[in-house]
């Protein structure tokens, strides 16, 4: 689902890459926890494979096309298109309700809004459906999201990464505000929506205590040195 090969990356203005991967593969429906000290690289890769960022050298292939040789404009559809997210401080729009915040996960994808119409349901119909998979019920659904907790906005967050079935879900410090109770509740969620249709998931944390529950750990640094990971 995801082949990175020969990655190079450095910051402008900085001497040294920040950033040198020489191999890494997630398969379809893998869960791969990623860790490292701060500011060893691991939002730098995120943001590399999301395409925010340009690929200096090397190749990053998702879902069968080389993302790395996409232009920019190119890079916000792929990712519109095959990858959702989550991130530390969700982006939610906070005057909106979960279901206007979920569907709009959807508003630049006409390839995700035609995997929601082939299965014969609207783009609210499939917004209710992962809502509540997700924990979030009826009531809470329809209020603002600025009056929900923090656990409830990062089930919206990932109701919205998942709408359309992209192929791959990134995930940079999604559970960083919750305790460790609702952590692990919150990743179980995660990988049982992801289980549906064998969407690849990268997380990553600070917190190791995680680790286990993932399909494999990588480290950044030992990345970095080409262990034998992939
Ligand atoms: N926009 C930027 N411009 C220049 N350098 C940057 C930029 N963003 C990050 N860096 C540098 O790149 C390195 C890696 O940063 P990055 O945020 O990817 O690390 P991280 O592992 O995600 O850290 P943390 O765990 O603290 O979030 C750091 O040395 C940081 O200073």
Same mark, same amino acid.
């Given at each position: 689902?995801?082949?990175?090969?020969?990655?190079?990356?450095?910051?402008?203005?900085?001497?040294?890459?920040?950033?040198?991967?020489?191999?890494?593969?997630?398969?379809?429906?893998?869960?791969?926890?990623?860790?490292?000290?701060?500011? +060893?690289?691991?939002?730098?890769? %995120?943001?590399?494979? @999301?395409?925010? =960022?340009?690929?200096?050298? $090397?190749?990053? /292939?998702?879902?069968?096309?080389?993302?790395?040789?996409?232009?920019?404009?190119?890079?916000?559809?792929?990712?519109?298109?095959?990858?959702?997210?989550?991130?530390?401080?969700?982006?939610?729009?906070?005057?909106?309700?979960?279901?206007?915040?979920?569907?709009?996960?959807?508003?630049?994808?006409?390839?995700?809004?035609?995997?929601? +119409?082939?299965?014969?349901?609207? %783009?609210?119909?499939? @917004?209710?459906? =992962?809502?509540?998979?997700? $924990?979030?019920? /009826?009531?809470?659904?329809?209020?603002?999201?600025?009056?929900?907790?923090?656990?409830?906005?990062?089930?919206?967050?990932?109701?919205?990464?998942?709408?359309?079935?992209?192929?791959?879900?990134?995930?940079?410090?999604?559970?960083?505000?919750?305790?460790?109770?609702?952590?692990?509740?919150?990743?179980?969620?995660?990988?049982?929506?992801?289980?549906?249709?064998?969407?690849?998931?990268?997380?990553?944390?600070?917190?190791?205590?995680?680790?286990?529950?993932?399909?494999?750990?990588?480290?950044?640094?030992?990345?970095?040195?080409?262990?034998?990971?992939?």
């Amino acid at each position: 689902m995801l082949t990175i090969s020969q990655l190079q990356f450095t910051w402008p203005k900085s001497s040294t890459a920040v950033l040198t991967i020489p191999k890494l593969h997630i398969a379809r429906g893998e869960h791969v926890f990623l860790h490292g000290p701060s500011g +060893s690289g691991k939002s730098t890769l %995120l943001g590399l494979i @999301a395409g925010t =960022l340009d690929c200096q050298q $090397g190749v990053i /292939e998702i879902a069968g096309t080389n993302a790395s040789a996409l232009s920019r404009g190119q890079r916000d559809k792929f990712r519109a298109d095959h990858i959702g997210t989550i991130f530390q401080n969700f982006n939610l729009l906070p005057y909106l309700s979960p279901i206007e915040n979920v569907t709009l996960g959807c508003e630049f994808s006409k390839k995700r809004r035609q995997n929601i +119409s082939s299965q014969n349901k609207s %783009l609210e119909q499939e @917004a209710k459906l =992962l809502l509540s998979d997700l $924990g979030i019920d /009826e009531h809470t659904q329809q209020r603002s999201v600025a009056e929900l907790s923090i656990g409830q906005q990062q089930r919206v967050a990932a109701a919205r990464a998942f709408i359309g079935r992209p192929e791959i879900i990134i995930a940079d410090e999604p559970t960083s505000a919750l305790d460790a109770d609702s952590r692990d509740g919150f990743i179980k969620l995660l990988f049982s929506q992801a289980a549906v249709y064998s969407a690849s998931i990268l997380f990553v944390s600070h917190d190791k205590s995680l680790a286990p529950l993932f399909d494999r750990q990588i480290s950044l640094p030992d990345l970095q040195q080409g262990a034998p990971l992939c």
